[in-house]
């Protein structure tokens, strides 16, 4: 088990505002992102020019809100790399936790 970085999420909104596509492979996520940017670009390329404009944006709200829920997942995942269970009472506490703050109970490496 690797240790996450946590992305920051305003910052990859931004840039598939800027170029679709390019705030998933920020985030990590290589073939949604370069997915996403051909197929902006080929409805960019058949689409009329008056239709530009609300097609980018909708797609941006999308994005966003996919965004917000891959981010919320990788949260979960950073947590759950970084916390134990305490054998004692079962609340979850840091890995590097040698006493439990919930209930006192002294933890060993056997324990955990």
Do not use: H
């Amino acid at each position: 088990m690797g240790t996450e970085k946590v992305k920051n999420l305003p910052l990859a909104i931004g840039l598939n505002f800027l170029l679709p596509g390019v705030g998933y492979i920020y985030m990590g996520k290589w073939f949604v992102g370069i997915f996403a940017c051909l197929l902006i670009v080929s409805i960019y390329l058949s689409s009329a020019l008056l239709l530009i404009v609300p097609i980018w944006l909708t797609m941006n709200v999308i994005m966003a809100i996919d965004m917000l829920i891959l981010s919320k997942k990788n949260q979960k995942k950073i947590e759950e790399d970084s916390m134990k269970k305490c054998s004692a009472c079962a609340e979850l506490i840091q890995k590097e936790a040698k006493v439990c703050r919930f209930c006192g109970a002294k933890l060993d490496e056997a324990n955990a």
